[in-house]
């Protein structure tokens, strides 16, 4: 049972222009949602996070947006560039028996081509 | 570069034998986290430990246990390995136990082989 999920594995984009990925998620205890970038051979990356009180959140080139009623969240990527070609993993924290622990997505990889 | 290392970086293992995967936290983080990568699929969250003490468990088998030690150093014990064992196997570090606090920095893995 896949309580965060990242139903596109793949997406090819331009140089320059918007990567959009999304994350659907079903667990309404879920607080806090994170977006990790991967290189290969390499550990998750924090790329931005946003709280369940917001819907939008902001940092440089980076745009998350958040829709609770559809548990739905998506990270905007403007202007794309090569440099951001990795996988990227949507995470969902939830508070439970004194801990928080993240829930992951299978990973989207994102191809920037020049 | 995060600061969280692990060793080994690859390691093979024969079914039913016991593994011991090791992390070294980032200076001043307290929580460390272990999560299992299987091929194809996101990090799927072991445990946790704060200040020595299993502080959170997610649905893993008791022959997954772990360690932290006084210096928030962390390892990882598999016993009896089963071929579905075989994933990347990821630490992360965090200053947890304050709500909201969850950039987790994550170590660069150890791939563990079981054949």
């Known amino acids: 049972d896949q309580q965060v999920k990242q139903n596109s594995p793949s997406l090819s984009v331009q140089e320059g222009r918007i990567s959009i990925l999304n994350c659907d998620y079903t667990n309404s205890m879920f607080d806090y949602f994170l977006w990790y970038k991967k290189y290969p051979a390499e550990g998750p990356t924090f790329l931005i996070s946003i709280s369940s009180i917001k819907d939008k959140n902001e940092d440089g080139r980076f745009t998350v947006f958040l829709n609770k009623s559809a548990k739905h969240l998506s990270l905007h990527i403007v202007p794309s560039q090569p440099g951001d070609s990795a996988v990227y993993f949507c995470a969902a924290s939830v508070w439970e028996g004194g801990s928080e622990k993240l829930v992951f997505g299978k990973g989207m990889k994102l191809t920037v081509n020049p | 570069e995060t600061g969280v290392t692990q060793s080994p970086t690859h390691l093979i293992k024969t079914r039913g034998q016991q593994v011991t995967l090791r992390c070294s936290s980032q200076?001043?983080?307290?929580?460390v986290s272990w999560y299992q990568q299987a091929l194809g699929q996101g990090p799927q969250f072991i445990f946790q430990y704060y200040r020595e003490e299993e502080n959170g468990r997610g649905n893993f088998p008791p022959r997954f246990s772990g360690l932290q030690f006084p210096n928030y150093s962390s390892e990882l014990n598999v016993n009896a390995l089963e071929l579905d064992d075989s994933a990347l196997y990821l630490c992360?570090?965090?200053?947890?136990?304050?709500?909201?606090?969850?950039?987790?920095?994550f170590g660069q893995g150890t791939r563990l082989t079981v054949v």
């Open positions: 200076s001043g983080h307290n929580t």
């Open positions: 992360a570090s965090s200053l947890a136990m304050v709500r909201g606090n969850t950039e987790a920095f």
